[in-house]
């Protein structure tokens, strides 16, 4: 199955930048990987492929149905995604300022920012100084859970989906930073009728892996 016909499925068919991004993606992850050593089909890597270049293009993609044509779970799929985006050297990012025009939220802006400082400096005390350089804030996921649970501490409405796929992250890594976040830093990101979550233990999933 080529991109075009993974594009139509996915009701993406009229994007022609899209496809034609994806196209390139998909040509150069030909070169880079092998899917049986990756232990994922052509039409998994296809299908990642279209949405790192929507993710990139900043074009919405049903996540849910991308996983199910990739046959993988959605952890795997999580993965896979993540190897192929690195190993591609596309890594996508997210600007705050970005976020607070798409959203409409601009005034949100200098909160995200001071919460994203707060966090950072609070986080890497916790951890002893050996992990410390392994630790990764640049992941987009950060950036929108920060942005997300500061819409919610000024009552504005977010779409938290849309902000998932625009990290292109899952939903329960979204939870999981999101606890993370306002265990530590409640005074910025908590909602006063809500109680800090106990369960933070210094969440490891998105850290670089120390090199051997």
Known sequence: ???????????????????????????????????????????????ICLDIAASRLQVLIDRQSAIKMSGLSEKAYIRSYNVMQNGLGVKTSLDVRELGIQFGCVRLIPFVQKGLSFY?????????ASRRANTDFNR????????????????????????????????????SVSASMKDLCFDVFGVSNEKKDPRFVGCTTWQKEAPE
């Open 140 to 175: 987009p996921v950060f950036t929108a859970v920060a942005f997300y649970l500061c819409a919610k501490k000024h009552k504005l409405k977010i779409d938290k989906l849309k902000l998932i796929e625009l990290c292109g992250t899952s939903e329960s890594e979204f939870s």
């Open 120 to 128: 950072k400096d609070r986080f890497l005390a916790e951890l002893p």
């Open 1 to 47: 199955m080529d991109i075009s016909s993974i594009a139509a499925k996915l009701g993406l068919s009229d994007s022609k930048l899209l496809i034609r991004k994806a196209s390139e993606l998909r040509r150069l992850s030909d070169l880079q990987f092998d899917s049986s050593v990756m232990g994922v089909g052509e039409v998994c890597k296809a299908v």
